[in-house]
């Protein structure tokens, strides 16, 4: 296994608990505390081309590969070992981790699905995402609906919050680097986290007791420590930068208040049962990738005010209800995806006895 943490450390642990096959676990060095917070301990590795990828898998010999579909198709970690796992022809399993960019996780060119990027059998998290990928061009026949194996740790963790030291409230922001990764791009969102974050802090102040934020930044691009939004923030509660390699569910669980804009961290607050704040200010329609906003369970706050009331109103327990009905609270998630991994090297079994 290698790839994004949130998809393929709680099926390692799932099928290290089930104990009957030696899943071993890889993963890039900056991966490593992820990996390790969601309950998996991989192999630190890396692959510099498609032949180190190839020879990597010539030494650990696997019956299936197991990668998420994260990073660059043509030099990430995943894909280099996806297709060396073709070229072997060891059967592979990609789990996706987010609703973002789907087609785009399979397609070396816009619009073009990529024979060569596609698995076996790919996970997902629900009937929309596959409708999407089948209408992309991905084939039906390689997409399953497991449901997101996160969920399935998610749930079996929730109880861990640890006691505050803080009689503050407490919020935290998941920043992403939108302003860095749309610059120049015809297909920016409208918006950036230093005005997210502006939004924010206004409505922090419009709050008594004004609330601690709590910023976590993108584990391999921070953009607003020493920002000039942060320096003119005036947040009587006070600002504090979460360390880079913090374990970002241990901030989940000890938070009142979660906000963000589009990353899959509000998903798992919201399932948590945390008041969970999306803020996409002047956001383009067709650019909102926050799967909350576009199924409807949250609204994109435009204003200070409206963040102030999402803040103080809390969590709406039927929208609660429902999130966890349509994300599979109740879903063993990942031991679902274990059986598409179990099916896929059963039939690679069966071909190299037949």
Known sequence: MTGG??????????????GD????CLAGPAAMTAFAS???HPEPVGAGDDADAVSLLRSFAPDVVVAGAVGSIDHGLDYRLVRAAGRLSIPRVMIL???MHLIARFALRKGRVEPDALPEAICVMDEPTAAELRAGGVPSKLVTVTGHP???WLRASQEKAEPRRSSRPRWVFFSEPLSTYYKGRDDAPGYDEHEAFSLACSAASKISPAPEI?????PRLATLAGSAVVQAARVEGGILFAPVQADPYALLRGADVVLGMSSSMLVWAFL?????????????????????TRRGFLRNVQS???????????????????????FGWETPTSARCATVIDKAASRAFSRQTG
């Open 5 to 18: 943490a949130a998809c393929l450390a709680p099926v390692a642990s799932w099928l290290a608990k089930r």
């Open 21 to 24: 096959v030696d899943a071993i």
């Open 38 to 40: 969601l309950g998996a």
């Open 97 to 99: 981790d987010s609703w």
């Open 150 to 152: 996160l969920v399935q």
């Open 214 to 218: 709590v910023v976590k930044e993108h």
């Open 272 to 292: 948590l049962g945390k008041t969970v704040i999306a803020v996409q200010p002047g956001i383009t329609p067709d650019a909102d990738f926050n799967i909350l």
């Open 304 to 326: 200070a005010e409206a963040l102030r009331d999402a803040a103080l109103r809390g969590v709406d327990q039927k929208l609660l209800e429902s999130a966890r009905e349509f």
